[in-house]
């Protein structure tokens, strides 16, 4: 899905101030655009009034945004976010509600996501139907040195 510019600054702005740097989880506008040029690379934005509004604009500030890479019949949840001062208000749950319907409109029957052991998204993706299904050891590098694992989660589509 290409974005207008406008759309990749939306993203970016969530970027900037939603990841902790200990995780090294944040991409670059570079790496979000590159990834959009692609065409199975889609993404969401989501407005301060929680409503997850596509490709198209919100009409105030962007409170988070999703970016979903579809292969075959499945599609992966890469990026996740939600601006801090907007956490705790359902945003996070109807950018992943968005993203579930938009990726079955597109075909897919099982949805992916990769995640630090330890994030506390955990219990959201949970609610959501996602179990894990595999682990990758030692698989990120935290800025202070440890690394974490980690895990796979799946959700089987619902016919
Ligand atoms: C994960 C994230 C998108 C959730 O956004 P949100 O708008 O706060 O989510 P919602 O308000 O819809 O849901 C909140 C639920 O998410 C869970 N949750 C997710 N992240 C949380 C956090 N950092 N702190 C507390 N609870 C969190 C809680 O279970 C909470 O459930 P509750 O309301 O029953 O307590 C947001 O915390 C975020 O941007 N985190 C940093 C980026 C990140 O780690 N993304 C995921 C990996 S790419």
Known sequence: MLAEADDVDRIMAVM???FDPEFGEAWTRRQVEDALIL??????????DGVTTGAMQPAGPTAGFALSRTSCDEEE???????????????GEGLLAGFAEAARHRGAVRLLLEMRRGNPAESLYR???FVPVGVRKNYYRTLSG????AITFVRTMDA
């Open 16 to 18: 900037a101030c939603a």
């Open 39 to 48: 065409g199975n690379c889609h993404y969401l934005l989501a407005g301060v």
């Open 77 to 91: 949840l890469l990026l996740f976010a939600v601006a801090p001062e907007y956490r705790g208000c359902g945003i």
């Open 127 to 129: 609610r959501h139907g």
């Open 146 to 149: 440890p690394r974490l694992d």
